[in-house]
Every structure is written in C-alpha cells, then in structure tokens.
C-alpha cells in the first residue's frame, strides 16, 4: 500500500541535482537503491547511515530534502524518531522503507508523517516514480507552504512581542503544526528572553549574505522550545543592544524558506523600515500592527498603514490589535480607533499587566505562566481565528498530529 500514489513521473525537465540520504544498517539495501538511481543522474544519494543516532548527526550538517529510513529493526520505534525528526527538521520528507506493510504500521507511518510507505520488495518499480514526486517542485521553491503572520509595533513598549510569542505558541495549541517565531528587532530583541530560549545562533546567522537561505538551514539554527515551536532569536552576546542590520533584500527569500518549512512563522518586526515592512507584509498572510489606544500610537498605525496600502499591499490583510484594552476608563473607544484607522475591524487584548510580567519572568509563554488568565484567553481567541489561515499545502500526512 501506499500513502499516495506514486503515479508516473512528471514530464518536466528537472532542473537540479536532488539529494538523497539513506539510513539502513542493511548494505544489500543499499546496493539496491544504489542500482536503481545509477540511470537517475537528477537523484543522488549523497550519504548512507546506520541509524537514526547517526542520520541526527548528519542532518545537523548536510540537508537532504529526501531521507529514505529502513525501519525493519525496531518499525515503530524508528518511526517515532522519524515523527520527531519530521519536527525538527520540517523540511524534509522521509520515506519508510519496510519488508512488509500491515495495516497497524501503515496507519502509524501516516500519524508520524512520513510521506511514503515503501515495500523493500518493489523497490525496483515503485521508489523512483515516487521520489520524482516528492522532489521539491520549482513552484514549491517560490510557493506558498505554510502561513506567514507579521507582527509590527506602533511604539515601544506596546506589547509586540508578547503579542508575537504568545500567538506563536497558541497557534501550535491549537493546530499542532510546527510554528517558528522570528526575532526581527535589530535593537532590542526580546523572544529569546520571553521563551527562556538561549543559544549562540540566530536570525543574524541565516540573513548574511553569505548563505543561501533555505528551509533546513532555518530549522538547524532555530532554537527549540519544544517539538512545535521554534524561535530564531537575538544572541545576547555581549549584555549591550547590537544593532545589525536587517538585509531587506533577503527577506524575501527568507520569508519563503520559512514558510515552506513551517505551518506558521510570526515575524516580531518592530522599528521596521518602511521597504523591509512592505517586504514582510507583501509575503505574509496578516499583518498586525499592535497598539495602545493613545493617540500617539493611533498616528503612526494610521501612518504605517496607510503607507503599506500605498506600496500594493491589500488593507484588509493588514489587522490593527489594540493592546492593553481597560474595561472601564477607556480614553478612547475601540469604535474610535477603528474610524480613525479607516479599518473594518481592530482587534483587542486586554490590560493584564499582571499576567503579561509573570510569563516574561518566569520565560514562559502565558499558556503555561497564568494559563486562565484574561490576556492569555485574548490571544487564544486571536490564535483560533488566525488559525484559519493554515494553507495546509507544505503537507505531511497527518491525521491527527501530535503535540510535543
Ligand atoms: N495586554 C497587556 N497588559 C499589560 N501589560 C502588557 C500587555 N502586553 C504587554 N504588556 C507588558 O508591556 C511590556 C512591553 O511588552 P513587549 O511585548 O515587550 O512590548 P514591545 O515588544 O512592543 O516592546 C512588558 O512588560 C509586557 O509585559
Ligand atoms: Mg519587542
């Protein structure tokens, strides 16, 4: 049986050399599939491992979109690793390769997302179609994949990137699909610290000139919170704010590596130029510009969107969230602010200052920090409608995905 059907290979020239990485301890299978891709010149298989153990190793390394895994020593075993190497490494497809298939191990390769179930005897006929089609195809390099949300700030202070964390971590909650949260303030950035995440790498290290950005390298260098949610922080290397730049010119490739390799990527993107703005909503599903209801704050949303609709992008995908809500003693209206916006709708989070510095000291997103609080239950609300926005089509099949 197979997961899809591996039907005939697609007519298109292809374009590039695609590798491959085998994990078997079974060196009959190896020369096997060696066989097989000899007359396959765009298909190489560039390394072959023992175990799982090692294929961690070499996937901190090297990237592969395509990793075949013998499973037959310990199937349901390897097959949890393959779950958690499908979340650590969201980029790449894993195809089992089995001497048989049952019925228990078909469904448990499909709940771990592995693409391909293949049996060892069919090798021969079936493995090259299918890897044909699991190549990554060129709209796949430019295309959509998963849903990019981008969090802009009216003002320092405004709660950004409480916004921007907490809706990240929601997001994976309430969808179980792999969400990153990016660091983009050149200043001050602050997601690390709110996630208790700390490490020597970070957006930095994957928008230098010097790379070339893709899914894997995004997911070896982000840090990881748990098995759902990924950070690409700001090191704090040295105790002093370092402003480095921002290469606008990358981020548009940047953004399409991140969303090919996740479900949803939150870019915390304060103090932005007004060209890397427009980059990042251009390629994002929703913008929110986060404000307080002053109006100060009110002006420079105004500003901001008005500007971002000027440079082509589509106002009703730009969604102003209105921080620090208060019940009563409210100066300005929701009403008000959604006039003075010229928007059909703002959102709102209420005042919590209270649960909003626990979960910053304690480095907890507030899901765990004051799970019943007010603000967490806003930002859930948030999440659930912004949830709909999951393209669905950077696909693994999963039935019912699990939660890390
Ligand atoms: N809804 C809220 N109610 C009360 N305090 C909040 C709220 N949202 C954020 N804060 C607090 O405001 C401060 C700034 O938040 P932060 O998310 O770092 O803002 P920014 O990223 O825009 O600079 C933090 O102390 C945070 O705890
Ligand atoms: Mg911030």
Redesign the pocket.
Known sequence: MMLSPANARPSAPVASQVSLILVTPDVLIERVILSVLRSEPALSLVRTCKDTVALVNLLERNSAPIVLADIDQHPEQILRELEYLGNRFPGIRFVALAQDLTADLALLAMHSGVRHFQVKARINTELVPTLYRLMPADEELTGEGGAALTVL?A???????????NLANELQLATAQAVLVVDL?AS?G?VGT?LDLRGEYGVSDVLTPERRIDAELIATTALKRSDHLHALIRPLNTGFATADPIFVERLDSFVRACKLGYGFTLF?A?RMSVEAATVLAKASQKVLI?LQSNIKDIRVTRAMLDALVERGVIRDRIYPIV??VRRRYQMITLREVQQALNVTEVGQ?????K???R??NYGKPLAEATPRSK?RR?LMQLAKELSALYAGNNGKLRAHATTG
């Open positions: 700030s003002s320092g202070g405004c709660g950004a990137t409480t916004v921007a964390v303030d001050y602050t709110y915390d304060p986060v921080n620090r989070l209420q005042n919590d200052f649960s909003a510095v979960s910053i603000l806003g």
